[in-house]
């Protein structure tokens, strides 16, 4: 079982659509979540952490669900803009931290 | 600004011939990382550092050498062991030992002809 996982997509949704992402995770034992934008043939860059509690930035949540090891993005009336590769980071605690990435689920919204 | 530097951010070698890639940062982070990105896949990472003069091997290290002799500085040699060096190389830096965000570098994109 890889370390982290997500969606495999792509999405392709028209503007406006709400479009929900998810990640697990296998290390329960993690402690820190972040979702990462990357945009094509660029680096990745931090959209949001999230919290135990859930956290909402925007048109973007995140939520958390440590039982069941699975963390989400949802992102509301989506904009051209938006479209994109989503990652999914975990950090992998122990002796060494060490970051861990998800694949990556592409998001394309269309006109 | 403080923020992470990696040079080139093109590079073009022979087959056979190793080649170092640089990352500066000046964010006075702990923990350093190098992540390899191949077309339309997520990061795997090579080797990461969490204090000077130590390293750790990532998931996929062989055919990649690193040093860590200063805090800012981490380079990545990609030796000729490394059977397919082709792809695009991120590094990453955090503020400590990677439980905060990380902070990425523009990448360097390493083409072996």
């Known amino acids: 079982r890889k370390e982290v996982e997500q969606d495999p997509g792509p999405f392709n949704v028209p503007e406006g659509a709400t479009v929900a992402f998810n990640c697990t995770y296998s290390?329960?034992?993690?402690?820190?979540f972040f979702w990462y934008r990357q945009d094509c043939r660029k680096e990745p860059k931090l959209l949001m952490s999230?919290?135990?509690s859930g956290n909402e930035d925007g048109r973007f949540t995140a939520q958390l669900n440590r039982a069941s090891q699975y963390i989400s993005l949802l992102i509301r009336d989506s904009k051209l803009s938006d479209s994109a590769t989503y990652l999914c980071?975990?950090?992998?605690?122990?002796?060494?931290?060490?970051?861990?990435f998800g694949a990556g689920t592409r998001l394309a919204v269309h006109p | 600004d403080g923020g992470i530097t990696q040079s080139p951010k093109y590079l073009f070698r022979k087959e056979g011939q190793n080649v170092t890639l640089s990352c500066e940062q000046n964010l006075n982070h702990d923990a350093m990382y190098w992540y390899r990105q191949d077309p339309g896949q997520g990061l795997r990472l090579i080797y990461y550092?969490?204090?000077?003069?130590?390293?750790q091997k990532g998931d996929i290290a062989e055919g990649y050498s690193v040093s860590r002799e200063k805090k800012e500085s981490f380079p990545l040699t990609v030796t000729s062991a490394q059977k397919n060096p082709t792809a695009f190389y991120l590094c990453a830096s955090t503020r400590d030992r990677g439980q905060t965000e990380a902070f990425f570098g523009q990448g360097t994109r390493l083409t072996v002809v």
């Open positions: 550092s969490q204090i000077v003069n130590d390293f």
């Open positions: 290390n329960s034992a993690s402690q820190s």
């Open positions: 980071v975990v950090n992998t605690p122990g002796g060494y931290n060490k970051l861990i």
């Open positions: 999230v919290y135990s």
